[in-house]
């Protein structure tokens, strides 16, 4: 069997149609996508001669509109907060309208989350290629930024993501994809499933989760880079601080690396990407789940710049210059224990 992609309708936004993606592999394996927020909806591979979804989705478009995790989506300008919603850029100050507190989210209430995409693809291609594009005048960011999200599906089950920008103004730039995973299905806990980190070392925050500036050495309860289960790390979790689940960002330590992997009984995905930061979240989407506290059906892994980088010096660079084009990719790839 050769590759193939095809779509169907996935509801309407804004009065345009919303497309699903189907990316089909030799192996059977299937990349999902919505035009909708250039939405990661669905990883599934084949396990034991039966399908396996990896990705955590929802079954209808006004789900995705109504949540406000974010699953799935394409997020940004700029991924995470920036403090006080606010930056320097060439020795001019801009301020934006805060929709966290008082500080800027996922590039506030006009980010790539909330844009149908233009999809375009080749039928026996491996790529799904989604463009769109922000204007200053909506969002308040310097420059108008033409943004082209691309998911591929290889042979041998990686999942690729490529952002590509193009500014007319100096600007910032660092989107990722707001990922849910669970490599056993979304009805089921991922408390069992351990998790690689390959870092030594976190982004301090303050109350409101903004960086602080600095970092620092994790104690047990956040040292994933044995790749312990997470169920014994969020007892560690509970015992040290009373806390009953993660919301950290890991600095990556050596993006030569993998910066690290979920694995399941069956096999394991391995994240890599040409950035420095790792942001993880234990979250339950669906409020409708029955769930006691410490209990998850998903883990957010957000593969990113450090966020807020563009106020605290060593966080890395996210200024995208005008006409001057820049791309990041981040790869997941599945590795089922056949195989491996």
């Given at each position: 069997?050769?590759r193939t992609?095809?779509k169907?309708?996935f509801?309407s936004?804004q009065?345009e149609?919303?497309w ?11 990349l999902?996508?919505l035009?909708?927020?250039a939405?990661w909806?669905?990883?599934i ?5 039966q399908?396996?979804?990896?990705v955590w989705h929802?079954?209808?478009l006004?789900d ?8 799935g989506?394409t997020?940004g300008?700029v991924a995470?907060r920036i ?9 001019q ?7 966290d507190g008082?500080h800027l989210?996922?590039g506030?209430?006009h980010?790539?989350q ?8 080749d039928p026996?291609g491996?790529t799904?290629t989604?463009?769109?594009?922000l204007?200053?005048?909506e969002?308040g ?9 691309s998911?591929r599906?290889?042979?041998?089950d990686?999942?690729?993501i490529?952002?590509h ?5 100096d600007?910032?730039f660092d989107?990722?994809?707001?990922v849910y995973f669970?490599l056993?299905?979304g ?11 390959n870092?030594?070392?976190l ?13 620092y ?5 956040y040292d994933f880079r ?12 509970s015992?040290e601080t009373?806390q009953l689940g993660?919301d950290d960002?890991?600095v ?15 096999g394991?995905?391995?994240f890599?990407?040409d950035?420095?930061g790792?942001?993880?979240f234990?979250a ?10 410490g209990?998850?059906?998903?883990l957010?892994?957000?593969?990113q710049t450090l ?6 010096h060593g966080?890395?660079?996210p200024i995208l210059?005008a006409?001057?084009?820049r791309?990041f990719?981040?790869?997941y790839?599945y ?5 491996r």
């Amino acid at each position: 069997m050769r590759r193939t992609i095809s779509k169907v309708p996935f509801g309407s936004y804004q009065g345009e149609p919303v497309w699903r993606y189907t990316i089909e592999n030799a192996r059977h394996s299937q990349l999902q996508v919505l035009s909708y927020a250039a939405t990661w909806y669905d990883f599934i591979v084949q396990v034991d001669g039966q399908p396996q979804s990896l990705v955590w989705h929802f079954e209808t478009l006004d789900d995705y509109l109504k949540t406000p995790y974010q699953v799935g989506k394409t997020i940004g300008r700029v991924a995470g907060r920036i403090g006080h919603a606010q930056f320097k850029l060439h020795d001019q100050t801009y301020r934006l309208p805060p929709n966290d507190g008082q500080h800027l989210l996922h590039g506030g209430d006009h980010g790539l989350q909330t844009h149908n995409f233009d999809g375009h693809f080749d039928p026996t291609g491996d790529t799904v290629t989604l463009t769109t594009t922000l204007l200053s005048t909506e969002d308040g960011f310097p420059g108008d930024l033409k943004v082209t999200v691309s998911y591929r599906l290889t042979t041998d089950d990686t999942v690729q993501i490529t952002y590509h920008g193009v500014t007319s103004a100096d600007t910032l730039f660092d989107p990722t994809c707001h990922v849910y995973f669970n490599l056993n299905g979304g009805a089921a806990l991922i408390n069992s499933q351990q998790l690689g980190i390959n870092s030594t070392k976190l982004v301090h925050t303050d109350q409101d989760k903004v960086p602080t500036g600095v970092f620092y050495v994790p104690s047990p309860a956040y040292d994933f880079r044995a790749q312990p289960v997470i169920q014994a790390q969020l007892d560690r979790l509970s015992q040290e601080t009373g806390q009953l689940g993660y919301d950290d960002c890991y600095v990556i330590d050596h993006q030569s690396e993998p910066a690290g992997r979920l694995v399941a009984a069956h096999g394991q995905l391995i994240f890599n990407t040409d950035r420095n930061g790792m942001v993880i979240f234990t979250a339950n989407p669906d409020h409708g789940q029955a769930t006691t506290a410490g209990k998850y059906h998903a883990l957010a892994v957000e593969l990113q710049t450090l966020p807020d980088a563009i106020n605290h010096h060593g966080f890395g660079d996210p200024i995208l210059r005008a006409d001057t084009p820049r791309t990041f990719i981040n790869q997941y790839r599945y590795v089922g224990n056949q195989t491996r």
